[in-house]
């Protein structure tokens, strides 16, 4: 396929770069991606995932057949296949905008063969955990941390999605003034509740069933919810190692659950249509692993669902404690049965968290504006990127 200039010729091309394209679980890269309207975005990686989510015509691959080994002598060496290259450079982008830190180390031999200033999106693990190596098979800590540092030297500038990771890149050593602050935001024409459909009395967990989501908190807090009204159902909707222990524990200790395992998104909204309320029990990881800023909450928000979290990493930034929300401290299971029998035994209470959360995501973090913030982040780089590189010139010239 001819990549030059294939897509839109009146829009700037972008990389958008991620290493696997793209695991189902990161719906908030295609949203933001699908929403740019200024930029002709393309799909750089080294693996190919069945993602429905992912225009194939606008993804750039090793070709089939070599990309195992290409793909192995790119993360371990930084070594990059000419003639993958060779097609990337067809597009002639302008920026190229990494999804996740380990990406980021991985896309700086990339940005640096094709002369393109780098963006990179910090999201949780990235600059948390203490144990990268389960995130990214053949890599340890020490090899990121070591590559990680000299990305924060090279890049252009790093998104961080919360106030927390900054703080957190900022202690890693990344430069403050590289920093910028984004919330990806809510598509709030596809995430709006059905008024007609009347809630039920369930109280939904969506998320990976790892140890920083914190589930094993919440079936504790609902054994004790279901003490006082056990007509109060749980619904798990996620999939992860976790999930045979978390069953057992459920099994013994609650009266009404269900684990439905990964669901596409339309079936998560249509969950969040109908519960009472969205449980986020996020803990700090024994790796040190963190949120950074779920999208969960957003998303529930928007659904007119109130949320339970807990006081953790970005979370208290997407929810107002009181006024969308309840938070809880860290493992607290009690406090978190508290929180929910509250919020289900008044129903003007939840009505206007109800209320207050969908108005706060309308104005705060509409996938719309925060892309529009977005793309006037791409245009400064560029727009730099031009203007150190005319310098250089003019320089040379001088010399001449």
Request: proline share 5%; with cysteine; aromatic share 8%.
């Amino acid at each position: 396929m001819d990549f030059s200039r294939s897509g839109n010729n009146n829009k700037p091309p972008i990389i958008i770069f991620r290493n696997e394209l793209l695991p189902y679980s990161e719906t908030f890269i295609p949203n933001q991606v699908n929403s740019l309207s200024n930029y002709d975005p393309y799909y750089v990686g080294t693996k190919l995932i069945d993602n429905p989510q992912l225009d194939r015509a606008k993804v750039i691959v090793p070709f089939q057949g070599k990309s195992r080994i290409y793909r192995q002598l790119f993360t371990r060496t930084g070594y990059i296949w000419q003639g993958w290259l060779n097609r990337i450079k067809k597009i002639d982008a302008k920026l190229i905008h990494a999804h996740f830190g380990i990406d980021g180390v991985l896309a700086l031999p990339l940005a640096q063969k094709t002369g393109l200033p780098l963006l990179v999106t910090f999201h949780g693990y990235d600059v948390t955990s203490q144990d990268c190596s389960k995130y990214v098979p053949g890599w340890n800590y020490q090899t990121y941390e070591k590559g990680r540092q000299l990305l924060f030297d090279k890049a252009q500038s790093f998104i961080a999605v919360s106030n927390f990771i900054r703080d957190r890149l900022i202690a890693k050593g990344c430069p403050a003034e590289k920093i910028i602050v984004h919330y990806i935001g809510i598509d709030t024409v596809k995430f709006k509740p059905d008024p007609t459909v009347k809630r039920k009395p369930v109280v939904l967990f969506v998320g990976r069933l790892t140890e920083k989501k914190g589930c094993e908190y919440l079936i504790r807090a609902m054994a004790r919810v279901q003490s006082v009204m056990p007509e109060v159902k749980l619904v798990i909707i996620g999939d992860g190692h976790l999930r045979q222990e978390l069953e057992q524990l459920a099994a013994k200790l609650l009266l009404s659950y269900s684990f439905l395992g990964a669901q596409p998104p339309e079936i998560v909204k249509t969950w969040m249509n109908q519960s009472r309320l969205l449980a986020v029990p996020s803990v700090t990881a024994t790796t040190g692993d963190t949120e950074g800023a779920p999208m969960v909450v957003l998303e529930a928000q928007a659904m007119g669902l109130p949320v339970v979290g807990s006081i953790h990493a970005g979370i208290p930034e997407l929810l107002l404690e009181g006024e969308t929300g309840l938070l809880a401290r860290e493992r607290d299971w009690k406090n978190i049965a508290e929180h929910i029998l509250y919020i289900i035994k008044n129903d003007n209470f939840r009505h206007k968290l109800s209320h207050q959360g969908q108005e706060r995501v309308n104005t705060s973090f509409n996938l719309h504006t925060q892309t529009q913030a977005l793309e006037k982040i791409y245009d400064s780089l560029i727009v730099r990127e031009k203007e150190q590189t005319n310098t250089s010139l003019t320089f040379s010239e001088q010399l001449i």
